[in-house]
């Protein structure tokens, strides 16, 4: 049996949860709060970025439709002062508009449907173990290596 002194208590890992629908954010907090994770919100990409500013978060999970700037822009703004920042993108329109990891700049991207929560804790949890975080367009490019060394 341990004594309380030769345990370890990890800090739980901050991640900044971005979603300007009460319900989704409220969902997506009470999910990764349940697994040890320290929340903090943001309404907007103004005011993620913001919070960031203030205190840069190891991972960031944003919605893709947010009002003023989307997701992608938000990602944007924390690639050009922390590139090293895990982030996953969730959205509903990631089929219609292409949405991928490579054009928008994130480490994942996830459709919003049933599968949801599986994915996203998939994600997160994929992600927070990768110790460097992957350089936008990366897939692409192996894919085409893949693919010249076939012919």
Do not use: C, W, Y
Request: charged letters at 20%; proline letters at 5%.
């Amino acid at each position: 049996m341990n004594s309380v002194s030769e345990r370890t208590i990890a800090a739980p890992v901050r991640l900044l949860l971005v979603d300007d629908h009460p319900a989704g954010l409220a969902a997506r907090t009470s999910v990764l709060s349940e697994l040890g994770f320290a929340i903090t919100t943001a309404s907007s990409a103004e005011a993620a970025l913001e919070k960031f500013s203030a205190e840069p978060f190891p991972l960031v999970v944003t919605d893709f439709k947010l009002p003023g700037k989307t997701g992608v822009d938000l990602i944007a703004g924390i690639r050009a002062v922390a590139p090293e920042t895990r982030i996953v993108l969730i959205s509903g329109f990631v089929d219609a508009l292409g949405l991928t990891e490579h054009s928008t700049g994130a480490d994942a991207v996830l459709t919003k449907s049933a599968n949801e929560v599986t994915q996203l804790i998939r994600a997160v949890n994929r992600l927070l173990r990768r110790s460097v975080a992957k350089k936008p367009g990366s897939v692409k490019k192996l894919a085409v290596k893949k693919v010249s060394s076939a012919s």
